[in-house]
């Protein structure tokens, strides 16, 4: 599944920029092609300085290298792939994405409460199913929408309880707050000036990422992303 399932398959691989943008992944099952599953590592949401996550140091150097650029100057340097899967999602929406009235029933997760959000008044290009599959349906859904501010806005969301599987953050990179829970804004731009705004957090059910297709660098511009996170529930 190769859609904005990109954000699942963070969920699926390790690799330094997931590990500043959400940590080291925990989820015992999760999308992948074919709808296979992958087995449990932990379970949980923890926080861990970098130096403690279990994974190689030409990882770990990475992640530090990409936290350096993202204090120092607010963005980090990432690929056009990296930039691109919101893009690549609407413009091949016909054969990604779904109604939500096709992907609800085979959802275990329950979506996500818009109602008071902007989310909930805007364009709904579509959804995919995610996180992990069990006997009572898949525990994640994706999302993506058209904002006026933001332009293409992604909303991914794992009910890892019901995955039986969580996260371990990355203490130095968490640099915000989402309704009292630690989160993680990371913002990408490749060289072509293409760019990629990521929040994640986590709450005592789900974790979220909410998402752009712009490097988001002014203050304002931020500002208006992390209340348009906090109106989710």
Known sequence: MK??????KKIALITAFNMLAVGIPLHTTHAAPGGATEPAVSTGITILPLDQHPVPDVLKNQAQLELTQMKSRGYVDATEDSVSYLDKAKEDKDKRLKSMTEVVPKLKV?????????????????????????????????????VPKFGLVGLDEVDYIASQGGMAFIKEAINQDVNGFPAILSVKQSRSNKGLTEL???THQKIYTLSTNRALKNQKDIDEFMALARSIF
């Open 3 to 8: 859609n904005i399932s990109s954000r699942t």
């Open 200 to 202: 994640t957090w986590a």
């Open 110 to 146: 329950s979506p996500a409460n818009l109602g008071s959000s902007a989310l909930g008044q805007a364009v709904l290009l579509g959804a995919t199913a995610s996180g992990g599959h069990t006997e009572k349906g898949w525990t994640g859904l994706n999302r993506i929408f058209v």
